[in-house]
């Protein structure tokens, strides 16, 4: 069975909070990044195909090349964007599960909001609730959780 708690951090030193605020920082830029390539492709099917009828009865093949997927979106990004240098360097220094995690929750907003249950995916601000994930084994004492900082 599997458990979730909603809790709220108090970081015991500097290093920690320095660590937590980095990968919320990573997920919110990577989000965004994706969200902002998946409008871009969505208006040029938009402009190329006003008529969302005729879209829909095009093959396969040619209504895939206006949806990108978080797996390809991440191919793209480390061999397109971290290649190029237009990658700030601090983004390695968080965990790759938050990498991963950013582009999976964005495609899943995009799938909701594609099906309807959903409002269009807005951009992440700083000021917004915001979450982390991490890799490894999180502890659960008494009165202290243990991440896998």
């Given at each position: 069975?599997?458990?979730?708690?909603?809790?709220?951090?108090?970081?015991?030193?500097?290093?920690?909070?320095?660590?937590?605020?980095?990968?919320?920082?990573?997920?919110?830029?990577?989000?965004n990044l994706y969200r902002?390539?998946?409008?871009?492709?969505?208006?040029?099917?938009?402009?190329?195909?006003?008529?969302?009828?005729?879209?829909?009865?095009?093959?396969?093949?040619?209504?895939?090349?206006?949806?990108?997927?978080?797996?390809?979106?991440?191919?793209?990004?480390?061999?397109?964007?971290?290649?190029?240098?237009?990658?700030?360097?601090?983004?390695?220094?968080?965990?790759?599960?938050?990498?991963?995690?950013?582009?999976?929750?964005?495609?899943?907003?995009?799938?909701?909001?594609?099906?309807?249950?959903?409002?269009?995916?807005?951009?992440?601000?700083?000021?917004?609730?915001?979450?982390?994930?991490?890799?490894g084994s999180i502890r659960?004492?008494?009165?202290?959780?243990?991440?896998?900082?």
């Open positions: 069975m599997t458990r979730s708690y909603k809790t709220k951090l108090h970081v015991a030193n500097d290093a920690q909070n320095d660590f937590l605020v980095l990968c919320m920082a990573v997920k919110r830029k990577l989000y902002s390539v998946q409008f871009g492709l969505l208006e040029t099917r938009k402009r190329l195909y006003p008529d969302y009828e005729a879209f829909k009865e095009l093959p396969k093949e040619t209504r895939n090349q206006f949806y990108i997927s978080a797996a390809e979106f991440e191919k793209v990004f480390n061999h397109v964007i971290r290649v190029s240098g237009s990658y700030p360097a601090w983004w390695d220094k968080a965990p790759q599960k938050t990498r991963k995690q950013a582009f999976r929750d964005a495609e899943r907003a995009f799938q909701n909001y594609f099906k309807g249950l959903a409002e269009e995916p807005r951009f992440k601000g700083y000021r917004a609730r915001q979450a982390a994930y991490f890799s659960v004492q008494r009165d202290r959780i243990r991440l896998p900082l």
